[in-house]
């Protein structure tokens, strides 16, 4: 059974019940089996909670928005995912444009991460740290219990079938976190300060692992509260469609996740034009986990790197199947016209 699925917004929600059985019988008559909503956004939230973050769904009407979108998926056979934007914690403006801290790191400015910014090519040696305002530190304990009471509160309070995680890693515009602590801790275990590490040697592995470590374990650590709370909920993740360059560009080791069995399943954000490259792509996510292994393979009809038309929609999803993938996952349910369904109906 090839799976059908989207990543839906919480705009998707509209202001009622009768608009969530719009969304989701749409998606029931075209045989999709699960959503993937984004439940945390950047220090926002969909349900009333007891930590601390923003709740996005004030205009809403009629009772608590996650909890009646999960009853209503669930009599059309719909599974919910709760979607969680984890480190990322405030606005990206662009490249070269300082971002803006979200609702709660704007709150706790000591656990934003410190990035090395470089100077232009012709005055490289200008070097600065400077912090890197919409990323939390996940190095810091304060930040790691944030995010996971965050998830565990859904996990113990509704009804949903798994959560994902998405922003699960450093982010792309500098090479992890440069702030006293990551240095201290870095320099306790290998005697190196990580702020002088060039490019080449052997030290720039070991920091390459331990970002990457301090993912893993953060994963890991989620892993173990939820088999403890709720077994039966699974737990997944949005990943870099680049594996391994991701590894070193923002320390997500995926396929290290599904070897251990961190995470029961993941969808590759595989947003690509060209059919050759979306082909290639999928291959190497099937070899990099394995024949065993559930990969749901992201598909943007419209993304930060890809529109497509339904024809493309289509060719991918099969392309995508031949490849192995077990399912697609779509980018994004809002962005999908009835055209698109038509012709996924087909694959
Ligand atoms: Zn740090």
Redesign the pocket.
Known sequence: MFVKSVWMHWGDLGNSVEDVVKTFSRLRDHGFSKAFLFVKSRGDVIYPTKHEARFAMEGWEGGDPLEETVKVAHQMGIEVHATFVVFCEGTWKGWGVPSEPGYWLSKHMDLV??GRFRGPPSVPSVEKLKPILRWA????EEVRTHEKNLILEVVENYDVDGVQLDYIRYPEEAE????????EVFKGLYGIDPKEIEKPNHARSLWVQWRAQNITSFVEELRLEMRRISPETVLSAAVFKDYPRCLVAVGQDWPRWVDEGLVDFICPMTYEYDLKVARYLAKNHRAAVGGGATIYEGLGKRSSQSILSPEEVRAQAEAFKSEGANGITIFSNSALTDEDLVELDKV
């Open positions: 991460q410190i530190d996940p190095a810091k992890g976190c440069l702030c006293n602590h990551c240095r």
